[in-house]
C-alpha cells in the first residue's frame, strides 16, 4: 500500500516515498503502542468524513481491509497538513458534505444502482 501511495496522485497532492515512509512510521507506530490518531490538519468533522469517503472507495472485503484500515485518512491529514497550498481545496471539498452519515447512504445508493445486473 505504502508504495502504490508513494507514485499514485491524490488529489493533486504531491509527496516524495520519503514523505510516504515518514506517514507510515508514525500511524504504524501509533497503531504499535495502541493509541488513536488524532488529527493535526482535519477537524473532527472532516476527519469523519475523509473516514466514510475513503472507506466507500476503497470498502473492505472477504479479502482485505479497507481504505480506513490500510490508514488512508491518516496519511492524508499527514500530507495535506504539510501542504499549505492543497489545504483550501482539500477544506473546500470536504466542505460540501457537511453530514458523514448523509455521504454515505448517498454513495451506497449509487454504488446499488451502479452494481451488475441492476436495474437503475
Given at each position: 500500500?505504502?508504495?502504490?501511495?508513494?507514485?499514485?496522485?491524490?488529489?493533486?497532492?504531491?509527496?516524495?516515498?520519503?514523505?510516504?515512509?515518514?506517514?507510515?512510521?508514525?500511524?504504524?507506530?501509533?497503531?504499535?503502542?495502541?493509541?488513536?490518531?488524532?488529527?493535526?490538519?482535519?477537524?473532527?468533522?472532516?476527519?469523519?468524513?475523509?473516514?466514510?469517503?475513503?472507506?466507500?472507495?476503497?470498502?473492505?472485503?472477504?479479502?482485505?481491509?479497507?481504505?480506513?484500515?490500510?490508514?488512508?485518512?491518516?496519511?492524508?491529514?499527514?500530507?495535506?497538513?504539510?501542504?499549505?497550498?492543497?489545504?483550501?481545496?482539500?477544506?473546500?471539498?470536504?466542505?460540501?458534505?457537511?453530514?458523514?452519515?448523509?455521504?454515505?447512504?448517498?454513495?451506497?445508493?449509487?454504488?446499488?444502482?451502479?452494481?451488475?445486473g441492476s436495474a437503475g
Amino acid at each position: 500500500m505504502v508504495q502504490l501511495l508513494a507514485i499514485a496522485p491524490l488529489a493533486g497532492i504531491e509527496w516524495t516515498p520519503a514523505d510516504v515512509e515518514r506517514a507510515a512510521r508514525a500511524v504504524a507506530s501509533l497503531r504499535a503502542r495502541g493509541q488513536a490518531y488524532q488529527p493535526k490538519f482535519f477537524t473532527a468533522h472532516e476527519y469523519q468524513t475523509v473516514r466514510v469517503l475513503v472507506d466507500l472507495i476503497i470498502p473492505k472485503d472477504e479479502r482485505s481491509g479497507g481504505a480506513t484500515d490500510a490508514g488512508v485518512p491518516e496519511f492524508m491529514d499527514f500530507i495535506v497538513g504539510d501542504q499549505a497550498s492543497r489545504q483550501t481545496a482539500m477544506r473546500a471539498g470536504l466542505a460540501r458534505h457537511r453530514v458523514p452519515g448523509a455521504v454515505r447512504e448517498e454513495l451506497r445508493g449509487w454504488r446499488r444502482r451502479s452494481a451488475p445486473g441492476s436495474a437503475g
